[in-house]
């Protein structure tokens, strides 16, 4: 089977629980989404140019990486055909940790069952992505400790619909959980402001860092 690579680097990660940590990520193409707010809408048209790997050539670039910790990422990955065979295939190799960034609108359950499961990055999409109609609540039933849940903010409402959520699906006792600015829609500083008014304990302010350390608009960082 083959991949639709539209990008692969490495860089801190900027996100996540390994951010500031040295990653590859490898983005697909393609998104079933349209998030207001998305900063990689180019790899989700119709005429961006990808590469085909398949599976023993992405878990070569791994290996000639020699970086351990690997984000897929997209676009949404988990929507490429024959995903769950190229997690089957990378799992295998235990030296390296698979990060998956997935949407929250896509199942979850049949990844989750693998031997060795890769930690997910699992977004809530709240009222002013205008996507949030498209979550998949199910997928709370198949949390790890290891995985998490992340909000992407843009106004105060969208806050009140996350910390609603969180407290619906108790997901501070499934995972961690995590807010992040809609990069420069929101400030970190109001965020910060709602999560004290709020009393938001056991949740974890986030920043795109590599949005700081480079041009937010550059590709490959
Ligand atoms: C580009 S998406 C790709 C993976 C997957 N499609 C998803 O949405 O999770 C990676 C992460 O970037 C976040 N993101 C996209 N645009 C953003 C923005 N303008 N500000 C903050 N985070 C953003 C998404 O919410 C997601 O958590
Ligand atoms: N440095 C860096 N960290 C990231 N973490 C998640 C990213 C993504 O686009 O999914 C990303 C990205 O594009 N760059
Ligand atoms: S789901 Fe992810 S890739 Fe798709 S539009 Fe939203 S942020 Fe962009
Ligand atoms: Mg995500």
Known sequence: ????????????????????????????????????????????????????????????????????????????????????????????????????????????????????????????KLPSSNMEDLMYTNNYNYLKNSDVVKFVAGTKSDLDRAKEIIKKYDLTNKCHVYLSPSFEEITPAQIVEYMKENRLNDVKLQLQMHKFIWDPEERGV
């Open 1 to 124: 089977m083959m991949y639709k690579v539209v990008e692969h680097f490495i860089s801190i990660n900027g996100e996540g629980k390994r951010a500031g940590e040295l990653a590859l990520f490898i983005r697909f193409k393609g998104c079933n989404l349209t998030c207001s707010y998305c900063d990689t809408m180019w790899a989700n048209r119709e005429h961006t140019k990808f590469t085909f790997m398949n599976k023993e050539e992405i878990h070569n670039l791994i290996k000639e990486s020699k970086v351990k910790n690997v984000t897929l990422t997209g676009g949404e990955p988990l929507l490429q055909d024959n995903m769950y065979e190229l997690l089957e295939f990378i799992s295998q190799d235990k030296s390296v940790n698979i990060e998956i960034e997935t949407n929250g609108s896509v199942d979850i359950g049949t990844f989750s069952k693998l031997d060795n499961p890769p930690s997910f990055t699992l977004d809530y």
